[in-house]
């Protein structure tokens, strides 16, 4: 019997560490890793001793014996992948960590951000050197897009921020919550605190679709609703019409599966899960019977990832439709799949499409509908949104590149909701360098400046899944590290205990980790009594009274 990786996986690669018989693939060393939808394990060399199911943060690892109806197929997925990647020993040397010596003294770091990113990078800090970290983030909570971007029915994913707390058990790791960079203290002030600083603060903005009526009312960013249903405080007063039978989602990307998934689940589900409750009372007096996702592109370039797309087959009550003529493929794409070569996961993706075309409806069953080829041209109603003008796309290029083109063919899709997801942008940050045009920190590998660093979507963009951000870090520390060792950094001028007198007197009101626990633990109090994971608070008024207990 082997183990298996399922949906979960977030490719934070400690199963790999973990395993005793190197059967974990692909490795962060390896080319495919930056680029892989998940990892995989060798059901030929698979010892069955449950080091990595044991390790993994997401519980995404099953012995194949227990592997649920919804999970049974990546027995064959991760076998699959070892077809075409067969098991070798990688004789690449790991390279060699660099520690600073003792006699350097304490690195002291601010961290902008408590997400994914900024909490990996505190993890590197910690086991690479002697270390004082100070993490900022301007909401009353840590843990940014686990917290307020992940959905709500991926319990499982949310559980990486248990290794994040038992690594920040120690004093090494303090949290200054509900403060602003910029506002409450500058870049500068972080500086003279600080050897260095480094800037996790994601991408919080959205890319915009620029066609006529993109401002209706009805008409608002996956961005808003995704922080209005996981209970972000600065989107709780969003109201979102959920009284027509059809939304429309601009995208395929995860993002958009999640709220397709969303709008359609029953909401006697999402009742066991922390969705907010505003957003769940919302969702229990819902009209809404399908849901639209339109990709500009073929389904072989469509942008889920193909775990997301097998699970939206096993949503109780949910068709999913896929039109048949949308799966003709182009010949380049088609000589890609014929390819014996061909990546396990782009054939996949191919053939469940497929195979959600080859069903046939239930009576009665909500629809997500996949519009392949199909880009929107504007959005119409008379005072707020009622249809969406579509295009049919064709796609031109080569084996290098695929591009949609537009067609002659249109038509208008009556919808009550419309939802841009479509991709997210970083934003400026005062007193460093911008790339405006990918919404991106320009840095050589992680580093602005010395002193100045960045990781996560500030530095790479907006893509990647939780555990890219492992790797994604480590490489930033190594360039700070790499710099304290060479005498780049220079001394703070005052310690941590000025830096934090200085944030009481700017921010009274922030919320420290012993406030962060309570929050959590009156959270988890609410939860535990109504048969859910938590009851998240959503108000900034009512997690900081919960925050002073």
């Known amino acids: 019997m082997a183990y298996v990786i399922t949906q979960r996986c977030c490719n934070d690669a400690t199963c790999i560490a973990e395993c005793p018989v190197d059967c974990i693939r692909p490795t962060p060393e390896q080319p495919e890793f930056a680029t892989a939808e998940m990892l995989y394990i060798d059901p030929d060399t698979c010892i069955d001793c449950g080091a990595c199911a044991d390790s993994c943060p997401v519980q995404a690892i099953f012995p194949e014996d227990d592997l649920t109806a919804s999970l049974t197929r990546y027995r064959d997925i991760n076998a699959a992948y070892f077809e075409r990647h067969p098991l070798e020993a990688d004789l690449a040397p790991l390279p060699v960590e660099i520690r600073p010596s003792k006699e350097l003294g304490t690195l002291r770091v601010a961290i902008v ?58 004093d090494a790791v303090r949290m200054h919550l509900n403060v602003e960079v910029g506002e409450h203290i500058s870049h500068e002030e972080l500086l003279e605190h600080h050897h260095a600083v480094i800037y996790a603060v994601g991408a919080s903005t959205d890319r915009r679709l620029g066609i006529p009526g993109e401002e209706l009312p009805g008409s608002h960013s996956a961005t808003e609703f995704v922080a209005w249903y996981n209970g972000h405080p600065e989107y709780t007063d969003r109201r979102f019409d959920l009284s027509g039978e059809r939304a429309v989602i601009v995208g395929n990307g995860n993002v ?20 907010a409750d505003h957003a769940l009372e919302a969702l229990r007096h819902s009209a809404v019977r399908e849901v639209v996702l339109l990709g500009r592109r073929g389904p072989a370039q469509a942008a889920y990832t193909t775990p997301e797309f097998l699970a939206l087959g096993h949503l109780p009550r949910v068709d999913v439709i896929v039109d048949e003529q949308d799966l003709v493929l182009d010949p380049i794409t088609q000589a890609q799949l014929d390819d014996p070569d061909a990546e396990p996961s ?46 049919r796309n064709a796609l031109a290029g080569d084996a290098n590149g695929l591009r949609a083109e537009p067609t002659e063919s249109t038509e208008s899709l009556a919808a009550g909701l419309v939802l841009r997801s479509i991709g997210y942008r970083g934003e400026p940050i005062d007193g460093l360098p911008f790339d405006h045009a990918r919404g991106v920190v320009p840095h050589e590998l992680g580093r602005v400046t010395p002193g100045v660093y960045v990781t996560g979507w500030i530095k790479r963009g907006p893509r990647g899944v939780i555990g890219t951000n492992k790797a994604d870090s480590k490489e930033t520390v190594d360039q700070l590290i790499s710099d304290f060792i060479a005498g780049e950094l220079k001394p703070p001028r005052a310690d941590r205990e000025a830096l934090a007198a200085l944030v009481v007197r700017r921010r009274p009101e922030v919320v420290n980790r012993e406030g962060w626990a309570a929050i959590d633990a009156a959270e988890r109090a609410a939860g535990a009594a109504a048969g859910r994971p938590r009851v998240k608070l959503t108000e900034t008024a009512a997690l900081l009274r919960a925050a002073r207990g």
């Open 256 to 275: 958009a599966l999640d709220i397709a998934r969303i709008l359609t689940m029953d909401p006697d589900q999402l009742a066991t899960t922390d969705i």
């Open 346 to 391: 782009l054939v996949l993706k191919v053939d469940l499409a497929r195979e959600y075309a080859d069903r046939f409806p239930v009576s009665g069953n909500k629809r997500i509908v996949f519009r392949y080829l199909a880009s929107p041209t504007a959005i119409s109603g008379d005072d707020r949104a009622e249809a969406v003008t579509i295009v």
């Open 113 to 170: 951000g408590a997400g994914p990113a900024a909490c990996y990078a505190a993890q590197e800090l910690r086991g690479r050197a002697d270390v004082e970290v100070e993490m900022f983030d301007k909401l009353p909570t840590p843990w940014g897009l686990v917290r307020a971007g992940v959905a709500p029915d991926h319990t499982g994913t949310k559980t990486v921020t248990d290794a994040f707390t038992t690594g920040f058990g120690r």
